[in-house]
């Protein structure tokens, strides 16, 4: 084993567990995502394809380390984002509280401070997020819709391309408790 | 059970969470209805964000453009597009009345009824998800905006209302994988069912391969959907390749041309007339009608008349009656005095009682006046009428009063026993002026 990937393994994200973000942080950046959301495609259409909701919960997961934080506000991001759409309240839920405890998990056992990390996280997670939606959509509402594989690849990257500089400016936010 | 729920704490948690919002998933599903405390909270935390951010745009950006860059055009450019938008409307929904075959009655519904009463709302924000085709709209239940109304631009529909909230409404775009309507074809009349594909085109779907659909070829809404009222434009035809069961006709959603700004709420839809089209040729091939040359009618057989059929005879007799009682057909300003109806013969030559004959008509059969009763009353059957060797008026004008009477003969000449005064139906019709 690589001092590198010994380093990878074995350090701990806990370290920065009492690393916390303001509470205010908390609540305005994920409304500012899903504004952004909402809003900037209207002017620019080609950033629809950005999650930023869905980066936001993957960096608190990966930063907070504890799943049962995680998978709530991934919960309640996702939460907010079916009540602004058409779909029944959950769909949207689900599937982030499922990234949310599933980004703290690989955040327990990953140096989750590394880029190429964090741009594969970024890349699975929004692949994993637009899949899940998808076959959640089928099974629970019978809607008949199909999966470009591909272009989901293609954006998964650019949204990974996005978490980079995101992270880096989350992390700055972040205060030492 | 405690070590479990202590060793397994994460996943209990999870699990519980999971199976809760699954619960939630199948109320709404199970009973359609919606949890509209969750999304009123959410709407009413984010919509006024957002028009307070677009109202920021456009008193900021916008300002810079109106004084320094345009100075003043964009507000007109503005206010004339939205007179052009209304005049649009205006002028299809005349030309689709006009271009009823009946003038007469495409005016007074012109006038009895007007087009559908609508509230203008700006776009201020796209639903979520990258999939998602949804927009919202600054028109919400305030403004008098329900789920269900129909959300059209003068080119063409543009959506539907899914949701409505106090500040704002949900509105699901034409594209939306979801989003279906009645559809039909200008020119060949085909129905079928508009559905939104997830991109910028829509399928026209349940149209048998059989039927004709032309490229470039419009769609109007059929109105079988209940929500967009018939006759507004929904976009032409790209492709229409045949599909295995149905033909799959990919139509360009004309409301969306150049995205969407502005749009009309249909509070209260109108039926309109889709516009008439040329009218495309059936699939069977009929006849040519007949030539009326002495030249093709066989030796001894009766010459066809000019007035073949009762409409002929029955416009020659309004004719001079116009002529006798110095009347122009189509003239004079409404409630003006019709000509007097009710001194005009029958159709067949018999006169009502107590009516002169008006000069210039074929006479009667010699023995229909007697078929008349005195009273005024229907006359019974006759027996059928024997051909006789000596000449006769031509067949068609014989007395057949046992041929049933046609619903206009009957308005027309009534009975005068039964109906002395009968205030003549005004009649517009052009056929009969001309």
Known sequence: MTEYTERLLTESPRKDAADRFRTVWLVVIPLIAVLSQVYVPRFIPFLAYLELPLLITVHFALSTGGPIPALFYGMSIGLVQDSLSHQPIGMYGIVKTLVGYFAAQVSMRFDVQNPVLIFILAFFFYFFHQFFYWVLSRALLGEVLGFDAQQTVIFGLLNAAVALPLFRLLDKLRVAR | MDFFLSRYRHLTVLLIVITAQLLLIAYQVKTNKDIPLIRVWAVTAVTPVETGLELARRYTWGFVEDYFVLLGVRSQNERLRRENGQLKIENNYLKSELSTADRDRALSVFESRSPSKTVAARVIGNGTGANSKVVFVDRGSTSGVESG??????????????????????????????????????????????????????????????????????????????????????????????????????????????????????????????????????????????????????????????????ADRLRAIYKDVGVQQKHTYGEGPPGSKPPDFTKIPSIHGVPQPGMSQPAGLPGPAGAAPASAGPTGAPPKPSAPVVAKPKPQPPASLESTDDEPVSVDQRKVAPPAAKAPVVKPPVIKTPAINQ
């Not at chain 2, 039927?211 to 809404?221: A, K, L, Q």
């Not at chain 2, 959907?225 to 390749?241: C, E, L, S, W, Y």
């Open chain 2, 149 to 310: 109304m129909a959300v059209v631009t003068p080119d063409g529909i543009v959506g539907k209302v899914v949701e409505s909230y106090p500040t704002a409404s949900l509105v699901m775009l034409v594209t939306d994988p979801t989003f279906a309507a009645g559809v039909v074809s200008q020119k060949n009349r085909v129905h079928g069912t508009l559905k939104g594909q997830g991109h910028s085109e829509c399928l026209v779907d349940y149209v048998q391969n059989e039927e004709h659909v032309d490229i470039g070829e419009w769609f109007y809404t059929s109105g079988d959907d209940r929500i967009f009222p018939k006759g507004f434009p929904v976009g032409q035809v790209t492709a229409a390749p045949n599909g295995k069961t149905f033909k799959e006709i990919y139509v360009s959603p004309s409301g969306m041309a150049g995205g969407v700004e502005e749009v009309l709420i249909v509070l209260q839809g109108v039926h309109q007339e889709v516009p008439g089209g040329e009218v495309g040729s059936p699939a069977y091939s009929i006849l040519p009608a007949p030539t009326e040359t002495a030249a093709q009618t066989p030796e001894g057989a009766p010459q066809p008349d000019a007035l073949a059929t009762d």
